[in-house]
């Protein structure tokens, strides 16, 4: 959950962006996008440029949800996954160093580099492409922007379950600012951000901001950390009313050993196994993967899945698996074979865990304004480089030969805006071009050696865009918008096998070769085109009520697997675009003179196509994770946001959502005679895999029921300022964190408890006091089904208890 010292607490960053946190848009529209603070102390007007112009949140149509940068700040809201505890709906998770949005079911297992994010996350209007490089943005916020439900006209590609926007703070002309802030608390957290203004003569104006957070793990070896440094410069020119220009470059380092996969289960038969050969299953729910206290388990695992083999020095062809077994480690195998797992034990399975990403990004953006006509170029540039290695039984290495991952992305939009009483309309260009090279290194679980995967992916995407507000009456405006996107993708690589010499598939293409040896090539070429629309009707019942209709479509890119499928000849395997079309019919209210706010949305979506990962075989025979299609699903549901402000004191926010979701038709082959163990799903065997049907069951990572809670009492002190005292609630029902559908894969339902104590004696200076997560309850983010060990579930959590001190002050 979260907390804030200014009138908000977990749940109530939605407060804080509600009812007391002023908000603005870009510099060239701060004059019209400062919130409207009622004189009666109500709820105030909250602007926001969601769709691409200033706008009230209360004349919107679009479901969004907004949090301040004071409330996200005071919150301790310093990664992606933080967000989650703001509002409902919103699952957020981590895939070792890759983050990982869920919307409404509607999400990305984001773990590797060929996978596209479902919700666009962009930082000042600059589309951040690898999940990764969203890590390290969120300090000097001025709000971030939530949007749920497909963004296809105004967002494009990558927008199906819908946006993320980070709107940072800019810099002011005239004015010499600062604010400085400080953090301390439990796993021996230390941090310290700060921002400063600085004008450079009346039309010239520059900001710097920094952030350093040093955190200690919440799991076994330190795992579950965070640890990085950010730093931005933006300078700021406006030498007439009618043109400005902004310049932005920033850096972020993160480090430190990154996230843990903690055991979640096993299936029953496997259990039922391990009782009996006496190994008990980890009391310790934040038992990490890679704790050397989980061997037994997974010595127990091999046996009961067969993975013995002979234990003598034998050609390959004579061992049962067809992997050369590692000699001495006979674990629960019969006498005279050993079992082909190593436990987790040593300097490799710790000090070799870590995070070490860099992202440097430069943007620029230029407006210029003539009548009701305001042009934008938005130019940037985004690099990435991610080096990091997670050890959960499988290994899993982004820099095998010392060469981080990289990706190197340019961007361009460039859209004419106009805006009179009776029109607002917005139409533009977009061209985004993306050059990707990866040496991965998956070692073969707990086997000697590994699989290294080298590549290179290409994207170049362009669309053209535009989007009118037409107003019929003073009360009536039609919505129309469309976008057609064209994506141009490439792929071609190999994979290589990492093994001794008597090692792998007996037959195959590396059986009895030196150490290293290709075993695959690929590479591909395809054009991913769609077209995505929207259409609407609002309706002003009053002048504080709005109703509004509207239908619009979304959708993910398609790509390429790196490896190529059997009966292919060097032609890697692709998956197609997924398609979200979303009704949503809502009501925007006020009552009480301001005191009263609510906001009513329902929803229905159809999901077509959705990008889901299982484990197949490549075109040599080996197992392979792969993204597929996964046909159709309904999503629906109803969501409702209450803010109440019965004194100028008080402050109370209630959010809800009610979420139901269910696959149509969702029928995929899976690679492995073993594909039954790992599912609850129907499973028909079948030449050359197994038919795995999961028709009827919900989508990943979506509760049924979610929602926030809070309130906030301010004690005014006569001659001492005040002190803000808030408890806030997060709570969600149970839902299944992968698509096995299986008992491990479910996560329990759960309420969280934060409190927040802040003393401000003045205007400038701030102290306070939090506990998030008082309770201690386990909230699951995400998890994955391992796949050489199949029935083993491992599965990412949120924070536990943590508690703190901290101050801030500005200038």
């Given at each position: 959950?979260?907390?804030?010292?200014h009138?908000?607490?977990?749940?109530?960053?939605?407060?804080a962006?509600?009812?007391?946190?002023?908000?603005?848009?870009?510099?060239?529209?701060?004059?019209?996008?400062?919130?409207?603070?009622?004189?009666?102390?109500?709820?105030?007007?909250i602007?926001?440029?969601?769709q691409?112009?200033?706008?009230?949140?209360?004349?919107?149509?679009?479901a969004?949800?907004?949090?301040?940068?004071?409330?996200?700040?005071?919150?301790?809201?310093?990664?992606?996954?933080?967000?989650?505890?703001?509002?409902?709906?919103?699952?957020?998770g981590?895939?070792?160093?890759?983050?990982?949005?869920?919307?409404?079911?509607v999400?990305?297992?984001?773990?590797?580099?060929?996978?596209?994010?479902?919700?666009?996350?962009?930082?000042?209007?600059?589309?951040?492409?690898?999940?990764?490089?969203?890590?390290?943005?969120?300090?000097?916020?001025?709000?971030?922007?939530?949007?749920?439900?497909?963004?296809?006209?105004?967002?494009?590609?990558?927008?199906?379950?819908?946006?993320?926007?980070?709107?940072?703070?800019?810099?002011?002309?005239?004015?010499?600012?600062?604010?400085?802030?400080?953090?301390?608390?439990?796993?021996?957290?230390?941090k310290?951000?700060?921002?400063?203004?600085?004008?450079?003569?009346?039309?010239?104006?520059?900001?710097?901001?920094?952030?350093?957070?040093?955190?200690?793990?919440?799991?076994?070896?330190?795992?579950?950390?965070?640890?990085?440094?950010?730093?931005?410069?933006?300078?700021?020119?406006?030498?007439?009313?009618?043109?400005?220009?902004?310049?932005?470059?920033?850096?972020?380092?993160?480090?430190?050993?990154?996230?843990?996969?903690?055991?979640?289960?096993?299936?029953?038969?496997?259990?039922?196994?391990?009782?009996?050969?006496?190994?008990?299953?980890?009391?310790?729910?934040?038992?990490?993967?890679?704790?050397?206290?989980?061997?037994?388990?997974?010595?127990?695992?091999?046996?009961?899945?067969?993975?013995?083999?002979?234990?003598?020095?034998?050609?390959?062809?004579?061992?049962?698996?067809?992997?050369?077994?590692?000699?001495?480690?006979?674990?629960?195998?019969?006498?005279?074979?050993?079992?082909?797992?190593?436990?987790?034990?040593?300097?490799?399975?710790?000090?070799?865990?870590?995070?070490?990403?860099?992202?440097?990004?430069?943007?620029?953006?230029?407006?210029?304004?003539?009548g009701?006509?305001?042009?934008?170029?938005?130019?940037?540039?985004?690099?990435?480089?991610?080096?990091?290695?997670?050890?959960?039984?499988?290994?899993?290495?982004?820099?095998?030969?010392?060469?981080?991952?990289?990706?190197?992305?340019?961007?361009?939009?460039a859209?004419?805006?106009?805006?009179?009483?009776?029109?607002?309309?917005?139409?533009?260009?977009?061209?985004?071009?993306?050059?990707?090279?990866?040496?991965?290194?998956?070692?073969?679980?707990?086997?000697?050696?590994?699989?290294?995967?080298?590549?290179?992916?290409?994207?170049?995407?362009?669309?053209?865009?535009?989007?009118?507000?037409?107003?019929?009456?003073?009360?009536?405006?039609?919505?129309?918008?469309?976008r057609?996107?064209?994506?141009?993708?490439?792929?071609?690589?190999?994979?290589?096998?990492?093994?001794?010499?008597?090692?792998?598939?007996?037959?195959?293409?590396?059986?009895?070769?030196?150490?290293?040896?290709?075993?695959?090539?690929?590479?591909?070429?395809?054009?991913?085109r769609?077209?995505?629309?929207?259409?609407?009707?609002?309706?002003?019942?009053?002048?504080?009520?709005?109703?509004?209709?509207?239908?619009?479509?979304?959708?993910?890119?398609?790509?390429?697997?790196?490896?190529?499928?059997?009966?292919?000849?060097?032609?890697?395997?692709?998956?197609?675009?997924?398609?979200?079309?979303?009704?949503?019919?809502?009501?925007?209210?006020?009552?009480?003179?301001?005191?009263?706010?609510?906001?009513l949305?329902?929803?229905?979506?159809?999901?077509?196509?959705?990008?889901?990962?299982?484990?197949?075989?490549?075109?040599?025979?080996?197992?392979?994770?792969?993204?597929?299609?996964?046909?159709?699903?309904?999503?629906?549901?109803?969501?409702a946001?209450?803010?109440?402000?019965?004194?100028?004191?008080?402050?109370?926010?209630?959010?809800?959502?009610?979420?139901?979701?269910?696959?149509?038709s969702?029928?995929?082959?899976?690679?492995?005679?073993?594909?039954?163990?790992?599912?609850?799903?129907?499973?028909?065997?079948?030449?050359?895999?197994?038919?795995?049907?999961?028709?009827?069951?919900?989508?990943?990572?979506?509760?049924?029921?979610?929602?926030?809670?809070?309130?906030?009492?301010?004690?005014?002190?006569?001659?001492?300022?005040?002190?803000?005292?808030?408890?806030?609630?997060?709570?969600?029902?149970?839902?299944?964190?992968?698509?096995?559908?299986?008992?491990a894969?479910?996560?329990?339902?759960?309420?969280?408890?934060?409190?927040?104590?802040?003393?401000?004696?003045?205007?400038?200076?701030k102290?306070?006091?939090?506990?998030?997560?008082?309770?201690?309850?386990?909230?699951?983010?995400?998890?994955?089904?391992?796949?050489?060990?199949?029935?083993?579930?491992?599965?990412?959590?949120?924070?536990?208890?943590?508690?703190?001190?901290?101050?801030?002050?500005?200038?």
């Amino acid at each position: 959950m979260t907390r804030f010292h200014h009138g908000g607490a977990s749940a109530l960053c939605i407060a804080a962006a509600l009812m007391s946190l002023p908000l603005s848009a870009s510099a060239a529209e701060a004059g019209a996008a400062e919130a409207d603070q009622p004189a009666n102390g109500g709820v105030p007007d909250i602007v926001v440029t969601a769709q691409r112009r200033s706008e009230s949140v209360q004349r919107s149509s679009v479901a969004i949800q907004v949090f301040s940068g004071e409330a996200l700040r005071s919150a301790g809201v310093n990664q992606a996954r933080d967000i989650s505890k703001l509002t409902p709906g919103v699952v957020i998770g981590q895939g070792g160093a890759a983050t990982q949005i869920y919307i409404r079911g509607v999400g990305d297992f984001t773990s590797t580099p060929i996978t596209n994010p479902a919700v666009a996350t962009n930082v000042d209007g600059v589309y951040v492409a690898r999940s990764q490089a969203i890590e390290g943005n969120f300090f000097d916020l001025e709000r971030i922007e939530v949007l749920k439900g497909p963004q296809g006209t105004l967002y494009g590609r990558n927008a199906s379950g819908g946006a993320v926007n980070l709107i940072t703070a800019k810099p002011k002309l005239g004015e010499t600012s600062g604010n400085v802030a400080f953090e301390g608390g439990n796993y021996d957290l230390v941090k310290a951000e700060g921002a400063v203004n600085l004008p450079l003569g009346s039309t010239v104006a520059v900001r710097g901001a920094f952030q350093i957070v040093h955190r200690n793990g919440y799991s076994y070896g330190g795992t579950d950390d965070d640890k990085h440094e950010s730093v931005r410069l933006q300078l700021y020119w406006e030498p007439s009313a009618n043109f400005n220009l902004r310049l932005s470059g920033d850096y972020s380092h993160i480090g430190g050993m990154g996230s843990a996969a903690v055991f979640k289960g096993v299936a029953p038969s496997i259990a039922a196994t391990l009782a009996k050969l006496g190994v008990a299953l980890p009391s310790d729910p934040r038992a990490n993967g890679t704790d050397p206290s989980l061997s037994a388990i997974y010595y127990g695992m091999a046996a009961a899945l067969n993975r013995c083999a002979p234990n003598a020095n034998l050609a390959l062809a004579a061992t049962s698996a067809g992997v050369s077994p590692i000699v001495g480690q006979q674990g629960f195998c019969p006498a005279g074979t050993s079992s082909l797992y190593s436990p987790p034990s040593g300097s490799y399975f710790g000090t070799n865990l870590h995070v070490n990403n860099r992202f440097l990004n430069f943007s620029g953006e230029a407006n210029w304004k003539t009548g009701s006509v305001t042009v934008t170029v938005l130019p940037a540039y985004r690099r990435t480089r991610n080096d990091y290695r997670n050890n959960i039984i499988f290994t899993f290495d982004s820099a095998p030969f010392g060469k981080p991952e990289a990706s190197d992305a340019a961007s361009l939009e460039a859209r004419v805006a106009y805006d009179d009483s009776r029109l607002k309309a917005v139409a533009g260009f977009y061209l985004f071009d993306e050059r990707q090279t990866i040496a991965t290194r998956a070692d073969a679980g707990l086997v000697a050696g590994g699989n290294v995967t080298l590549y290179h992916l290409g994207t170049t995407a362009y669309a053209g865009f535009g989007q009118a507000t037409f107003s019929v009456t003073p009360e009536l405006r039609l919505i129309a918008g469309l976008r057609y996107s064209v994506d141009h993708k490439t792929i071609e690589g190999q994979g290589l096998v990492q093994y001794p010499a008597t090692v792998f598939f007996p037959g195959g293409p590396c059986f009895g070769a030196a150490a290293i040896c290709p075993r695959d090539s690929f590479s591909n070429v395809r054009n991913f085109r769609r077209a995505s629309y929207k259409v609407g009707i609002e309706y002003d019942l009053g002048p504080q009520n709005m109703v509004y209709v509207t239908y619009a479509t979304g959708h993910k890119s398609g790509g390429f697997n790196p490896f190529s499928l059997p009966g292919t000849v060097n032609t890697a395997s692709f998956y197609n675009p997924e398609q979200v079309g979303a009704l949503e019919v809502g009501s925007r209210n006020r009552f009480a003179g301001g005191r009263i706010q609510l906001n009513l949305e329902g929803f229905y979506w159809k999901y077509k196509d959705a990008q889901e990962f299982i484990t197949t075989l490549n075109r040599v025979g080996g197992a392979a994770n792969a993204l597929t299609n996964a046909g159709r699903a309904t999503v629906y549901g109803l969501d409702a946001q209450l803010a109440l402000r019965p004194t100028s004191n008080d402050s109370l926010q209630i959010g809800g959502e009610y979420l139901h979701t269910k696959f149509d038709s969702f029928v995929y082959p899976a690679g492995g005679a073993v594909a039954g163990l790992t599912t609850a799903c129907g499973v028909t065997p079948a030449t050359p895999f197994p038919i795995i049907d999961c028709s009827g069951r919900p989508l990943p990572r979506a509760p049924k029921f979610s929602g926030t809670a809070s309130y906030t009492h301010t004690f005014q002190l006569a001659g001492a300022g005040r002190i803000d005292a808030t408890v806030a609630t997060q709570f969600s029902s149970s839902r299944y964190l992968t698509i096995d559908f299986t008992d491990a894969s479910r996560a329990r339902g759960f309420a969280t408890l934060d409190a927040n104590l802040t003393w401000a004696p003045n205007d400038t200076f701030k102290v306070y006091a939090f506990g998030r997560n008082i309770t201690n309850r386990l909230v699951y983010t995400g998890a994955f089904t391992q796949p050489l060990l199949p029935s083993l579930t491992l599965a990412t959590l949120g924070a536990p208890r943590t508690y703190g001190l901290g101050l801030s002050a500005k200038f």
